[in-house]
């Protein structure tokens, strides 16, 4: 995963979900799909890198594109709570082989 954002600083509540869910997405035992539906990257764009602490009615929307071949997925998410959300859902995405891990 990469993780450009258009504002001048990082998050680092954002790097460290991404560094939490690239581990999990990178297991041995995921199934191996058809080489035509394999996603070769998720790029995410945030708006607003901002970890200021959540208050009611946050933006948390969020914009998922899957290539229906080969090719990148795209996150685009107003904040980084917003991106958390959207990365949960990717990793919902993939498909694993629960046989090979028992």
Do not use: W
């Not at 460290?16 to 999990?24: D, E, G």
């Not at 035992?29 to 394999?38: C, F, G, M, N």
Request: glycine share 4%; net charge neutral; with cysteine.
């Amino acid at each position: 995963m990469s993780l450009p954002t258009r504002s001048s600083h990082a998050s680092t509540c954002a790097h460290a979900a991404f560094a939490r869910y690239s581990a999990l997405m990178r297991r041995t035992d995921a199934t191996q799909p058809p080489a035509s539906s394999v996603v070769g990257r998720l790029v995410v764009a945030v708006k607003d890198a901002s970890e200021d602490v959540p208050q009611h009615g946050i933006d948390e929307s969020y914009t998922l594109t899957v290539p229906a071949a080969s090719g990148d997925a795209r996150l685009d998410a107003a904040t980084v709570y917003g991106a958390l959300r959207g990365i949960e859902t990717f990793s919902q995405l993939l498909r694993f082989n629960t046989t090979a891990m028992r």
